[in-house]
C-alpha cells in the first residue's frame, strides 16, 4: 500500500493562539484514517491546511509530492476533495446542479453521467430529489448530497469534516454506513470527527488530537483500550 498523504510537522496559528502544533500523520492508499478529538482540539484546522484555505507551516506530501507551496486550486486539482463542516452544499441549485459543480473540473461527459447514477445507486434519496432545491433537503439529506458532490471530482483523497454534525443518531448511523462503502470502494479518506465510536467502526487507524497535538496514534482496537476515550472522546 503506497502513501496517499503525509503531514510533517505541520503547524496553524491564528495571531497568538496555535491550534495545531507539529503534527505529523500520514495515509495509506485505500485507508480510512480517522482525526479525533474535543472541540478546539485542531483538527478542522488541519482539514484547512491541507487544502491551503489556512495559512500553515511544515510540510504536506500528496502521493510523495510536496504541495505545501500550492494554492487551493492546484490542490484541488491534484485530486483532494472535501465534504466540508456544515455541508455547505448550494441552496438554490437543484440536487442534479450540486453534483454537475462537483465535476466541474472533469472532461469526460460520459464518465461524469455514469458517476451521477453510481452515487444516485449510492445515495438513492437523492435520486428521488434530483429537481429539488438543495436547500429543502433534510440535513442528512444534505449530507449526503455533500459526500456525492465531493466524490464526483474522483478524488484521490477525500476529505471528510465532521460529517455527523447536528444529525439525529439514525441518521448519523446511515452517513457513516455510506462512508463504509466508500471504504470497501477503495477511496482513501481522511476523516474528522467527534463521534469516535462511528468513526472506529470504519477506520484503519486513528489519531487523537487534543490541544493542537497528537495525543494517540494507533489502530482502534488500542484506542478502546486506553484511558483517552474518556478523557477526550464522545460516542
Not at 103 to 130: C, H, K, N, S
Request: neutral net charge; without cysteine.
Amino acid at each position: 500500500m503506497g502513501e496517499m498523504l503525509r503531514l510533517e510537522g505541520l503547524t496553524v496559528s491564528y495571531g497568538p493562539v496555535s491550534a495545531v502544533r507539529g503534527l505529523d500523520l500520514t495515509i495509506g492508499a485505500g485507508e480510512l484514517v480517522a482525526l479525533l478529538g474535543p472541540n478546539g482540539a485542531g483538527k478542522s484546522s488541519t482539514i484547512g491546511a491541507i487544502t491551503g484555505l489556512v495559512p500553515a507551516g511544515g510540510r504536506v506530501f500528496l502521493d510523495g509530492a510536496d504541495i505545501s507551496p500550492l494554492p487551493t486550486e492546484a490542490r484541488i486539482g491534484r485530486g483532494i476533495a472535501v465534504s466540508p463542516e456544515g455541508r455547505h452544499v448550494f441552496v438554490n441549485l437543484s440536487v442534479a446542479e450540486n453534483l454537475r459543480l462537483g465535476a466541474a473540473t472533469r472532461r469526460d461527459p460520459a464518465g461524469v453521467r455514469g458517476d451521477i447514477e453510481r452515487y444516485l445507486a449510492m445515495f438513492p434519496v437523492l435520486a428521488e430529489r434530483m429537481e429539488q432545491p438543495a436547500g429543502t433537503l433534510s440535513g442528512g439529506e444534505q449530507q449526503m448530497l455533500a459526500i456525492a458532490r465531493a466524490m464526483m471530482s474522483k478524488p484521490r483523497l477525500l476529505l471528510l469534516d465532521e460529517p455527523s454534525l447536528g444529525l439525529a443518531p439514525m441518521i448519523v448511523a446511515r452517513i457513516f454506513d455510506l462512508i463504509g462503502r466508500l471504504k470497501e470502494a477503495g477511496v482513501t479518506v481522511l476523516l474528522v470527527e467527534q463521534n469516535a465510536a462511528q468513526a472506529m467502526r470504519f477506520a484503519d487507524r486513528v489519531y487523537v488530537l487534543a490541544a493542537g497535538q497528537v495525543s494517540f496514534s494507533g489502530t482502534p482496537a488500542e484506542l478502546s483500550s486506553s484511558d483517552l476515550m474518556a478523557l477526550y472522546l464522545r460516542s
